[in-house]
């Protein structure tokens, strides 16, 4: 039998053995929360070298995950979904405890990491609409994190990753948007037959009112990938302040590898020029294609990000 596959099952083996029998405190987990392919990987992997942390990968993926099976939803957990609100309180209590966990949720643990851990990271993809609802019933000390990409590179690094049956996608006007538009908009969405604006259509969608259900848009940290990209050590420095960790930034900074592609580097495409990995998407656009998306940002009123830029234009929810 292969030797790399008994270290493996070894090494996970350790970490279901101890993972029980901590006792994470609630109230301590730090969850960051971003639409698929917006570089939470990235981001998530340099804040589990933060000192006594450890991390749960998506613990509400709709195959893999540990969200109730008998919680159903589609396209993107929201509020609007919830029949049993003790039933979805007491499921997410149990992630943010690391109370239920599988291979898939505890593939990054270590387990001497997970034995010396005082709190936890959460990645969360798919939730966005969900931090208001999480923020109301949960005493959390930190702030979740936000993350957000430009949507034009969002929304076609999912089309070129996701077959369309990974729940990713939808090809109608979801149900937790549909309240959000009037007819007019509903029918203009609806006749879009390009998938990419239809996309990045629901993407403007669901930040707008992701931005009106906050109470405040303080209540969340906004991280944006390309200031990551651009001046990395400066936004994990921000960040670690927001998340009053700046005890953590010279131990944290010193660990991490700037160049290093994330795990989900799938195509191995990431650029070694910071600005170039910026620019690769919108770059390719001609003038046509951009006017259009910028029409579908004015529409629905979407401020951060313009169509012929890739770097963020205004604050979130401005």
């Given amino acids: 039998m292969n030797q790399s596959f008994l270290l493996r099952n070894l090494k996970r083996a350790l970490v279901f053995g101890i993972l029980p029998f901590k006792n994470f ?116 000390k930190q702030k979740p994190i936000l993350l957000l990409r430009h949507p034009i590179d969002t929304c076609q690094s999912q089309l070129k990753t996701f077959d369309v049956d990974d729940n990713v996608f939808t090809d109608e006007l979801p149900a937790s948007l549909a309240a959000e538009v009037n ?24 930040h707008r009112k992701l931005a009106k259900d906050l109470k405040q848009i303080e209540d969340v940290i906004v991280v944006h990938y390309e200031n990551l990209l651009l001046d990395g050590p400066r936004e994990i420095s921000q960040l670690l302040s927001a998340l009053n960790m700046d005890e953590q930034q010279n131990r944290l900074l010193s660990k991490l590898d700037w160049d290093k592609a994330s795990l989900s580097n799938f195509k191995g495409d990431l650029k070694s020029d910071n600005e170039a990995q910026a620019w690769k998407n919108i770059g390719k656009l001609s003038s046509k294609e951009s006017d259009q998306i910028q029409e579908i940002f004015d529409r629905f009123s979407q401020r951060m990000y313009r169509a012929k830029s890739p770097f963020p234009q205004s604050p979130f929810g401005s």
């Fill in 183 to 206: 007819q007019v908009e509903r029918d203009w969405i609806n006749a879009l037959d390009n998938r990419l604006h239809f996309l990045i259509a629901l993407w403007c969608l669901m």
């Fill in 25 to 140: 405190a609630l109230e301590d987990s730090i969850i960051v929360c971003s639409e698929p392919r917006s570089g939470s990987t990235w981001l998530v992997e340099m804040l589990h070298e933060l000192h006594k942390s450890t991390l749960l990968w998506e613990p509400i993926h709709p195959k893999w995950g540990v969200l109730d099976k008998d919680i159903k939803w589609k396209w993107r957990l929201s509020p609007d979904q919830i029949e049993d609100q003790d039933q979805w309180k007491d499921s997410f209590e149990k992630i943010l405890r690391a109370k239920k966990f599988t291979r898939w949720t505890s593939f990054h643990c270590r387990a001497v990491q997970v034995r010396n851990a005082n709190f936890l990271i959460h990645k969360f993809i798919r939730a966005n609409l969900l931090l208001p609802w999480l923020i109301e019933h949960f005493p959390l």
